[in-house]
């Protein structure tokens, strides 16, 4: 007599899991709305073959995966255009199976085969797939999803030159003031990923677009929303002091256009007693430049910038005080880090 039947069915490959993974997902543009027990079918199946994926991936928590398959999947999955096929079905998916796919997502991009990352080669190849993802930050139900994948795609550098130089890159500067605040914080997270992950990208995107970027950060610096004002802020003070971004920062500082920023920058690096380390020593080792440049900074430099900003004979006398308190800050900083050398 057989028992077969009780025993348990043979694992997938890797190749098999992919063949099912890109048949579901197919299966989800085949079926109409109309056909809703054939959807629901075809929705269980791509659940179910996310968890396959997950566990193939990432162990189920008694057994550790096994890097030869997940090499292989990562593989199989790029060649088979499934990477694509999950990122434009992702509005459709449920959420459990979007919470698999983004878990899933980070582990497949850091796949190396002979020192090749197969899925980051092949967005590389299909770059239009970032532009999708960029544009669901509108779709309030799958922004955050779209949001950490994207931010996994930016650790890779050709990845974030594409994003930083698309045009979908200016949607940004919507997103982080959208009424939503998950959603507007999440945006600014990738936002400041994009600036601040890979400093030679950065500064060569600034120096090819200073003055658009800048036009358009400005508005996030003096926006209505606190929060934005205050996030742009922080965020333009730790891009700009990278040292790769150094011939930005002198341009930057230098036009008088952005004088009051300016001020408020300096407000926030020298003002605040509990200064990190890395600013207490980048001010004490420029302090004679910033002095210098303090010294010669004034209201009076420019008559049309003080029509341009409504400055009064009060404002122009706090400017000058301002400024001198923030010349004596830092000479005591530059004293205090000389004396401890």
Request: glycine share 2%.
């Amino acid at each position: 007599m057989s028992f077969s039947f009780f025993k348990p069915s043979r694992p997938k490959t890797p190749t098999e899991v992919t063949k099912a993974i890109k048949d579901s997902l197919m299966a989800l543009d085949i079926k109409t709305i109309s056909e809703v027990k054939s959807h629901e079918k075809a929705m269980e199946e791509v659940e179910k073959n996310f968890v396959t994926m997950r566990c193939m991936l990432s162990g189920d928590g008694e057994v550790e995966p096994d890097v030869d398959q997940v090499l292989e999947l990562a593989l199989e999955i790029s060649k088979e255009d499934v990477l694509s096929l999950l990122v434009h079905e992702l509005p459709s998916l449920g959420w459990e199976a979007r919470k698999d796919l983004v878990h899933c997502w980070s582990i497949l991009l850091k796949q190396q085969i002979d020192s090749r990352y197969c899925c980051v080669e092949y967005i590389e190849n299909h770059m239009e797939l970032l532009d999708f993802l960029v544009a669901c930050y509108d779709n309030k139900e799958i922004a955050l999803h779209c949001g950490n994948m994207l931010r996994e795609c930016i650790k890779f550098p050709t990845l974030a030159q594409y994003m930083l130089n698309s045009a979908s890159f200016v949607l940004f500067f919507k997103y982080v003031e959208l009424p939503t605040f998950d959603v507007a914080s999440d945006s600014f997270s990738t936002f400041k990923d994009l600036l601040t992950k890979h400093g030679t990208v950065v500064s060569e995107y600034l120096t090819a677009h200073y003055d658009e970027f800048f036009d358009m950060y400005e508005k996030l610096l003096t926006s209505s929303n606190y929060v934005t004002r205050r996030q742009s802020l922080k965020l333009l003070s730790d891009f700009l002091l990278e040292p790769s971004n150094s011939n930005i920062m002198k341009r930057y500082v230098l036009e008088v256009r952005y004088l009051k920023v300016m001020m408020t920058l300096l407000k926030v690096f020298v003002a605040n007693p509990n200064k990190p380390k890395e600013i207490k020593i980048i001010l004490a080792k420029n302090h004679e430049k910033l002095v210098d440049l303090l010294q010669n900074l004034s209201l009076s430099l420019c008559s049309s910038v003080k029509k341009q900003l409504s400055v009064t004979g009060g404002e122009d006398e706090e400017f000058e005080e301002e400024k001198e308190l923030i010349i004596k800050e830092i000479e005591q900083v530059s004293r205090l880090h000389n004396l401890k050398r």
